[in-house]
C-alpha cells in the first residue's frame, strides 16, 4: 500500500520534509491503532512505558497492517514481553559505563571512542542496546556535555577514530552536526570519522544534497547504518544511499540478528547482496546484546555461525560481515566465524601430516575436505621493515 493511502491528505512537500516526518512521528497506541490491527501482545507492549515508542510516518507506511510478524512492526511497536525480565538481561549490556570517561564519551579501545551527541532517535528501535540511554532516563545531551567531550578527545592524542552515535545523530540540523563534526576534524590527531545513523533506514529524507556536502567536507568520514530486512530497502532508502556514495561519502552497514525477524540465511543473504548492489558494505552482523527485554529477539549464538557458514561461497565475499559479539564485560566486540577446520584431536593450523608435507585439512563448502600444506619456511619477518621504519621513527 502506497503511503497516499495509509496518510491521507499529507502533501508530497510535507512528506519530503524530514522536520515534519519527526513532528509527525506515530508514539502512541491510539495513533499506531489507526495504520494497524494491533495484537494484544502490541497493546500490552505500548502500554509499558519503558523504552520511548516513535514511528516516523515513513517507516510506519512500511509496517504490513495485518502481519503481526512484519519485521518493521517487529523493530518499531513494543511487544508485551519488553516488559518481563529475562535471565542474563542488563541495563548495561554491553559494559559501557565504566568506561565513560566524560558523559559523552565511551572509549573502549586505545585508538577508538565513540562520541554520543543525542538521546533521541526518528524510530526507537525494540532491540536498542543504548535503551538505558535512549529511554530518556538520563537526560539530554545538551552543547555542553558534547563540548566536554570533543575536549576530552582533543586531549587524547592516541585516539585516531571518532564514532559519533547517541541515540541517532540523523535527528540534529545541519548546523549542529556542523558544530560537532567541524571541531572533531580539526583534531590533527584524529583521522577517521563515523556517523551512526538510521537515517537512511527510518527517515531517508533526511539525506538531502546539504547534509551530503557537510559530510563530504569532513571525509574521510564513513556513515554507518542499520539496515535490517530486505523489506525496508525502499526507493527512497536506496535514493538516500546513492546519494551519499555519490557524493563522496562511503556508507556502511551494521545489521542486528533478530530472531523472527532476519533469522535466516536466505534473509540474510538477501539484505546483504541488497544492500551490496546500492553500493552499501556489510560491517558486522551483530548478535544481539544482553539488553533489558530483548531476550525474545536474540538468537542462539550456533544460529547466526551457522547462517554465515551457509551463505559464506554462496554470496559474494563483497556482502559478508563479520559475526560480532558485543561482550557484556565491557572488553569491546569480538568476531566469531565458522570453523572450517577439520582435524583429529589436537590438529591445528599446520599440525597435520599428508604425504610427509605438514598441513591442514579444512572443510571446502561442498562438504569435501581438502589438505592445505605449509610452505618450506615458516619466518615471516620482513627483511625491508628497518629501511621503511628506519627513516620515519
Ligand atoms: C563498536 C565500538 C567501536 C568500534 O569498534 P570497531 O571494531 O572498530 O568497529 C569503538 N568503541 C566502542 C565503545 C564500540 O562499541
Redesign the pocket.
Known amino acids: 500500500m502506497d503511503w497516499h493511502e495509509r496518510f491521507p491528505g499529507v502533501s508530497e512537500a510535507d512528506w519530503r520534509d524530514w522536520r515534519w516526518q519527526l513532528r509527525h512521528a506515530l508514539r502512541t497506541g491510539a495513533e499506531l491503532d489507526r495504520l494497524v490491527n494491533l495484537t494484544e501482545a502490541e497493546r500490552r507492549g505500548l502500554a509499558l512505558g519503558g523504552l520511548r515508542t516513535a514511528v516516523t510516518p515513513y517507516y510506519a507506511s512500511l509496517m504490513d497492517p495485518f502481519h503481526p510478524a512484519c519485521p518493521v512492526r517487529r523493530q518499531a511497536i513494543p511487544l508485551g514481553q519488553e516488559g518481563e525480565p529475562a535471565a542474563g538481561d542488563r541495563r548495561d549490556p ?1 559494559g ?1 559505563e565504566p ?1 565513560r570517561p566524560v558523559r559523552a564519551v ?4 586505545p585508538d ?3 562520541l554520543l551527541v543525542t538521546d533521541t532517535c526518528p524510530v526507537y528501535c525494540r532491540h536498542c542496546t543504548r535503551r538505558r540511554i535512549t529511554g530518556g532516563e538520563e537526560g539530554a545531551f545538551d552543547r555542553p556535555a558534547v563540548e566536554e567531550g570533543i575536549a576530552w578527545i582533543r586531549d587524547q592524542p592516541g585516539l585516531r ?1 571518532v ?1 559519533v552515535s547517541g541515540g541517532d545523530p540523523g535527528v540534529l540540523s545541519d548546523e549542529r552536526l556542523e558544530s560537532i563534526l567541524g571541531p572533531l576534524r580539526a583534531i590533527p590527531h584524529l583521522e577517521v570519522l563515523r556517523l551512526a545513523t538510521r537515517a537512511p533506514v527510518v527517515l531517508p529524507m533526511r539525506i538531502d544534497d546539504a547534509l551530503v556536502r557537510l559530510l563530504r567536507r569532513h571525509a574521510p568520514l564513513f556513515v554507518i547504518t542499520h539496515f535490517n530486512h530486505p523489506k525496508e530497502l525502499t526507493p527512497e532508502a536506496t535514493e538516500a544511499c546513492a546519494r551519499l556514495v555519490d557524493g563522496g561519502v562511503p556508507v556502511e552497514n551494521q545489521a542486528v540478528l533478530l530472531r523472527g525477524l532476519n533469522s535466516t540465511a536466505r534473509l540474510l543473504g538477501d539484505l546483504f547482496t541488497g544492500l551490496l548492489a546500492r553500493r552499501v558494505r556489510s ?2 552482523l551483530h548478535q544481539g546484546d544482553l539488553a533489558d527485554g530483548t531476550a525474545h529477539l536474540r538468537t542462539p549464538l550456533a544460529a547466526g555461525v551457522g547462517m554465515l557458514r551457509e551463505l559464506r561461497g554462496r554470496v559474494s565475499g563483497l556482502a559478508l560481515p563479520h559475526l560480532a559479539v ?1 561482550l557484556p564485560d565491557g572488553s ?2 569480538v568476531t566469531v566465524a565458522p570453523s572450517y577446520l577439520v582435524g583429529g584431536p589436537g590438529e591445528g593450523f599446520g599440525q597435520a601430516v599428508e604425504n610427509g608435507v605438514r598441513g591442514t585439512w579444512l572443510m571446502g563448502h561442498a562438504g569435501a575436505p581438502a589438505f592445505y600444506p605449509e610452505p618450506p619456511q615458516a619466518d615471516c619477518a620482513c627483511a625491508y621493515d628497518q629501511a621503511w621504519y628506519g627513516g620515519l621513527t
Do not use: F, P
Open positions: 554491553t559501557e568506561h565511551v572509549r573502549k579501545y577508538r571512542a565513540l577514530e564514532i560491517l558486522y558485543d569491546g566486540k
